[in-house]
């Protein structure tokens, strides 16, 4: 049966500065319907979705909601046309209560004071008075339909992580919308607790509401959706039904298998450990767990790949080894020392080098010089000036320019004139890895060192990761791309959930397979998927067991 | 007598007292909402130099004391203008308006000083003024003290129980979610500026109208800043604003009666030549002037550092910008 | 028909923008004060040419402004520095009183010779100014404890300790009024070559050189400049946000110190309960100005000091309140900040057709 979609997203199109977020996307999601929408970090999800929800205003493309067209210039907009958005980082006001949270924008007046005395009085009414209680009741009511269990009175923090996401979710129950985003819903939840949120939104969908769900796990797209469409780069690879599908599929589709580059590797000599670091634990802001119990080794001429989407680990993985922040578990060795909670100095010294993922927070000065950016880990080296009163500036200079010059960093006229973020995204990447890489570091972190950069600069970035490896420092590379991890590494290591989850090596490495770790398919194959080919697998292989954060070869 | 003494401090203290919280309740508006205000000492100055000038000319102290308000009023707009809608550094533009008023008023009002108006007058609430102790303090008091005490529940109510009041509120804390759910950030922060310029004003205007009711250049004497410190010292609450403007008011009343106080200890206490010095500089009233500021450092600290960051007091977006489309 | 007003980030800066915009607020502010000085029905041409012609072409007020310009010059330092760091000193006022205080006492007690007993003040004067300025930036460094309203709600205390200080223990002199014992004549900064303007001078110029030295030429100045900048990215270079915060205030609230104990040992000749220049704020003006040099700095700290003698003609001259330069004062920032805004906006306004789709901002990136 064919049902003229009720959301129709045609041609949109949104640049920012440098990156093109969505590249003419067409989108359409029917009444009743949970469509999944799939893509790696970067693809144009989120942007697609503040486009929906009026936050952003799209460069091109219209948006049709039940045949009429819809101008959304601000999230009121949205609202009023009944399209709800739960977020991935929560929007509560921790110190308010849980009905404050939800009506607010509302303009509810309380009860006493409802007229119906003509609209002059009822706005005034609506705006210097507070109606809580008729709101708690109908927050209860909606609450216990759909099998949530909160407070309507409770202050925001007192509650845990999974009650405050239903409260999320009430936020746009509350005021009936026939549209219900949900982005990444289930990144703070339990097992059970996601269990839970797919019956509400089932429950939801019987109604009629049509549910757009956003994720980047495969065995999410699985349990609930019914159809998906999946964005890559910008754009939409295809629309299918998700009974039609299986999970390598869907994984090919959100990967990608271009290999661009024909990379030159030499067999190396691989050495000593450089890096030890056990049982890291961490935890985010929020308090959330994101690494459980990380072994990591690499050995001197080693690049050791870790492949995963973005959120999984990665960040906080990067940053303990490179020296950012503690580990709440865990011990950290450097070439035999113990650097487990040491300062960003001691790793610095300890000829640690770090390339950040996001570069213009943690790897440069935007507005200081190209010279200052080229020489801000080593500055303090004797050949600076460290004996003396005075900094050497000339051979500061020289320094600078001989990185610019080796990396072929462009632009680049004066490296005194010229700041960090005159340069373009690829140029100004090249500069951090030239002086990451220039200081012939034992260990060299780079997370995602090629993500938005132009294709001339990537060649030249992986090229000088192998020519450090030749070298014999140990490189530990993260990426989302899937062609870059098995080109440059020597093992490969998946990451989901804040574990290993999967160990190859480029030449057995099963690119279906890892890519499904990378999703959680590789988690679900041991509790028995649904996807018949997994089941199969599952029975064959004894499991991932085998495979999960070993490491000790 | 000690009863007398007593009587007169409290008198002196609920006088002293409602500059501070006028200023400080628009002050907490302001910064409920997301916006330091830093001028409101400038904004003091101009509302009372307006109010006594409209005083002087019209006869009328009501009129003079409305265009206090208006005043203040124009001034913080001009700061909602700068910090809002140009993102400007907000500390910077407030001392700026400071720099403003002072300078202004001083230099407009050189040739208004001594002029002699006729201000607000006591107003006597009848049977309670005849209450001991403190019937004369609260119970003979001008219109606009009047007016300030009645402020504190008004304003409370505003925030805590009117839909106006929780949206000031989340524009201060979460600018970003309030805009997701429909709240026009920008309104609600010009107008919790202006309204917060408005008290502002009107302290000023009671400062010449009611309380010393003459004019002289500069005659707030540092009351904006203190009613800045109130606020942090009063965690951003109207009814602790009124206990903080009270103890500070104390303070104040203390420093000019301090010939009246020995609180030192008599000879024949033991250990009475150590102490003595101590509390002799403890209690002196200069140095008691410091201490509004010293609780409101320490005051500030503790919230800093003992609070779990979603409890703590501050306004979460207190000093940010807020833009819709930047990360 | 819309009107339609475009907010658009700059990519890049034209440098006439940069360089032209002391300049500009410079103009625009003398121009708005200008209605002032014609709403008292004084000529502002007349005004103004006392103000700054008068002032430069008169021997007298050349030295009055050089030695207006020692206090100005060495506050701007004590706010320009930490800013530098990307904190904001306001409390420059308190600890300059505290180090006058500080210095005069020093001054009062200590018997040395001159060459002794001056840089012996002087030291006094950084020592108790800095510690001013060091708690503050502790409980930034420390707790992330907001320093704008920390060492504004300290200057406050510093100018009740001074009222106590002054009326109290240190009150001396002839009779019982507010204000300390004479120093003697070992305690006074000299005077230079009979020009009339005292050796503070000195003290400030070289101030600027250390300063400029400092930030260009060392390793401390070198990670000053990269904290200031991008705090995130210092820390995972492996510099100390700690040190710099402190050391900057530790080394402003120095200067600050420097430029009180300059007043009162080479102008004021005792300390008096009076005195509060109010030095502290109009340095955040000087700060700002100078904002990309010590060099400027200083000239911005002369251009001060010339518009407060000049205002102090102004009012012998022609009556005008002295108040004036305050107003002028706050107009050039009203308009710094009016010109920050151009500098990293453009805005187009124009005219729309149709009704549809705004034109996109251009900030912003995915998740």
């Known amino acids: ?553 | 007598m000690a009863t007398s003494f007593v009587a007169g401090l409290l008198n002196a203290t609920v006088a002293a007292s409602t500059v501070l919280i006028f200023a400080a309740l628009g002050e907490v508006i302001a910064e409920r909402a997301g916006i330091l205000n830093l001028g409101v000492e400038g904004m003091m100055l101009t509302g009372a130099l307006g109010g006594f000038i409209t005083a002087v000319v019209t006869g009328s102290y009501w009129l003079g004391f409305l265009v206090g308000i208006v005043l203040g009023m124009v001034m913080a707009f001009l700061h909602a203008f700068l910090c809002i809608t140009l993102k400007s550094n907000q500390v910077i533009s407030g001392v700026m308006l400071t720099l403003l008023g002072t300078g202004l008023t001083t230099f407009f009002g050189q040739q208004w000083v001594g002029e002699q108006i006729e201000g607000f007058p006591q107003v006597t609430i009848p049977l309670l003024v005849d209450l001991p102790v403190v019937g004369e303090a609260f119970f003979r008091s001008t219109a606009t003290d009047y007016l300030a005490l009645a402020l504190v529940p008004i304003v409370w109510y505003f925030l805590f129980r009117t839909n106006l009041g929780l949206e000031t509120i989340s524009v201060g804390e979460d600018p970003e979610m309030a805009d997701t759910m429909g709240v026009d950030v920008f309104k609600m922060r010009y107008l919790a500026v202006i309204i917060g310029g408005g008290f502002a004003g009107a302290a000023g205007a009671h400062l010449s109208l009611a309380y010393l009711q003459l004019w002289v250049p500069g005659m707030s004497a540092g009351r904006g800043w203190i009613a800045v410190a109130l606020v942090i010292f009063a965690q951003w609450r109207p009814e602790r604003v009124l206990i903080g403007a009270y103890i500070f008011g104390l303070l104040d009343a203390l420093q000019l009666r301090s010939q009246s106080l020995d609180l030192t200890l008599g000879p024949g206490t033991p250990l009475a030549e150590v102490f003595n010095p101590i509390l002799e500089f403890v209690f002196h009233p200069t140095i008691m002037a410091t201490y509004p500021y010293l609780a409101t450092i320490l005051v500030l600290s503790y919230a800093v550092i003992r609070t779990k960051s979603d409890q703590l007091a501050v306004p979460s977006a207190l000093l940010q910008s807020y833009s819709r489309e930047t990360d | 028909m819309n009107l339609a007003v475009d907010v658009q980030a700059r990519e890049n800066v034209p440098p006439w923008l940069v360089y032209g915009t002391p300049v500009f607020t410079v103009i625009a502010a003398l121009a708005v004060s200008a209605v002032a000085l014609v709403a008292l029905e004084v000529s502002p041409i007349e005004a103004y040419s006392v103000m700054f012609v008068e002032t430069v072409t008169d021997p007298f007020g050349i030295a009055e402004t050089l030695k207006k310009a020692v206090p100005l010059v060495l506050t701007g330092l004590a706010v320009y520095l930490p800013l530098k760091a990307g904190l904001w000193n306001i409390g420059a006022e308190g600890q300059l009183i505290l180090g006058g205080i500080a210095g005069t006492w020093v001054g009062l007690n200590v018997s040395l010779p001159w060459f002794a007993l001056l840089p012996l003040m002087f030291l006094g004067a950084s020592l108790a100014a800095a510690f001013w300025a060091a708690v503050p930036a502790w409980l930034r460094a420390k707790w992330d404890i907001n320093e704008i309203i920390t060492t504004l709600l300290l200057t406050f205390v510093a100018l009740n300790l001074k009222n106590y200080l002054i009326r109290g223990p240190m009150q001396g002199g002839t009779g019982t009024f507010p204000q300390t014992a004479r120093l003697p004549e070992a305690a006074r900064i000299p005077e230079l070559f009979s020009t009339g303007v005292h050796a503070g001078v000195l003290v400030a110029l070289v101030m600027v050189g250390v300063t400029w030295v400092l930030l260009q030429k060392t390793r401390l100045g070198y990670e000053i400049t990269f904290v200031g900048s991008n705090h995130e990215a210092a820390t995972q270079a492996g510099m100390s946000k700690y040190k710099v915060y402190l050391l900057v205030f530790v080394l402003g609230g120095a200067f600050a110190g420097m430029a009180g104990i300059s007043e009162i040992a080479g102008i004021q000749g005792r300390f008096r309960a009076g005195f509060e220049p109010g030095y502290g704020f109009t340095a955040i003006v000087i700060a700002l100005l100078g904002r990309n040099g010590a060099l400027k700095v200083l000239l911005a700290g002369l251009f001060f000091a010339l518009i407060t003698v000049g205002g102090t003609s102004m009012e012998v001259a022609l009556g005008i309140p002295a108040a004036l330069t305050e107003v002028i004062q706050a107009l050039i920032i009203l308009f710094l900040i009016t010109a920050e805004f151009f500098k990293n906006y453009r805005v187009s306004v124009g005219l729309e057709r149709d009704t549809s789709s705004t034109p996109a901002s251009a900030t912003g990136g995915d998740a």
């Not at chain 1, 067999?267 to 459980?292: K, N, S, T, W």
């Open chain 1, 1 to 553: 049966m064919t049902e003229a979609p009720f959301l129709r997203m045609e041609e949109i199109h949104k640049e920012f500065p440098g990156v093109v977020a969505n590249d003419r996307v067409d989108f359409s999601v029917r009444r009743g319907e949970i469509h999944g929408l799939l893509g790696e970090n970067g693809a144009g999800k989120s942007t697609l979705m503040k486009i929906l929800y009026g936050l952003y205003s799209p460069d091109g493309g219209d948006i049709w909601l039940d045949g009429t067209r819809l101008d959304l210039e601000s999230p009121q907009d949205a609202i009023d046309a009944g399209i709800g958005m739960v977020h991935q980082h929560f929007m509560l006001i921790p110190r308010l209560s849980v009905t404050e949270n939800v009506v607010l924008g509302e303009r509810e007046p309380a009860g006493r004071f409802r007229t119906s005395m003509g609209s002059l009085l009822d706005g005034l009414v609506s705006r210097f008075s507070l109606g809580l209680e008729e709101p708690a009741d109908r927050i209860r009511d909606l609450a216990g339909q759909y099998g949530f269990d909160v407070d309507p009175t409770a202050k925001i923090w007192q509650l845990d992580v999974g009650q405050q996401q239903r409260v999320e979710i009430l936020k746009a129950l509350y005021r009936d919308v026939d549209l219900l985003i949900l982005d990444e819903p289930t990144a703070v939840l339990t097992p059970n607790e996601a269990e839970r949120l797919f019956e509400s939104l089932e429950r939801l969908a019987e109604e009629g509401i049509a549910i757009i769900f956003i994720t980047h796990k495969l065995k999410e797209i699985d349990a609930i959706t019914d159809r998906v469409t999946v964005l890559r780069e910008g754009a939409k690879v295809g629309t299918v039904d998700t009974a039609d599908v299986t999970r390598e599929d869907l994984a090919e589709m959100m990967v990608g298998r271009e290999v661009l580059f024909d990379l030159e590797k030499d067999p190396v000599e691989i050495g000593d450990p450089v890096l030890q670091a056990r049982g890291l634990r961490a935890r985010d802001q929020r308090d959330i767990e994101v690494l459980a119990g990380v072994d990591l080794t690499v050995r001197a001429g080693e690049v050791v790949g870790i492949a995963g989407v973005s959120g999984n680990g990665q960040k906080q993985l990067a940053e303990l080894v490179a020296g950012l922040g503690d580990p709440t578990d865990g011990t950290i060795e450097l070439m035999g020392t113990d650097l487990t909670g040491a300062s960003p100095r001691e790793f610095v010294d300890h000829d640690v080098s770090f390339v950040p993922e996001d570069r213009l927070r943690y790897g440069c000065a935007a507005d200081l010089s190209v010279m200052h950016n080229a020489t801000m880990k080593d500055f303090r080296q004797a050949r600076f000036g460290a004996n003396r009163p005075f900094l050497d500036y000339g051979e500061l200079r020289e320094y600078a320019e001989t990185l610019v010059e080796e990396f072929d960093v462009r632009g680049v006229q004066d490296v005194r004139a010229v700041t960090a973020g005159d340069l373009s995204g690829g140029n100004l990447q090249k500069l951090i890895l030239a002086r990451e890489i220039y200081r012939d570091p034992d260990l060299l972190v780079a997370n995602q060192p090629t993500r938005g950069v132009d294709v001339g600069a990537i060649e030249f970035i992986r090229e000088s990761i192998l020519e450090q490896r030749e070298r014999g420092t140990g490189v530990v590379l993260i990426s989302e791309d899937l062609d870059e991890i098995v080109d440059l590494s020597d093992r490969i290591l998946v990451i989901y959930e804040g574990e290993f989850v999967h160990e190859t090596t480029p030449e057995e490495a099963d690119r279906e397979r890892v890519g499904l770790a990378m999703t959680g398919g590789e988690a679900a194959a041991t509790d028995g998927g649904r996807d018949p080919i997994d089941a199969g697998r599952a029975a064959t292989d004894g499991g991932g067991a085998a495979d999960r954060g070993a490491d000790g070869r």
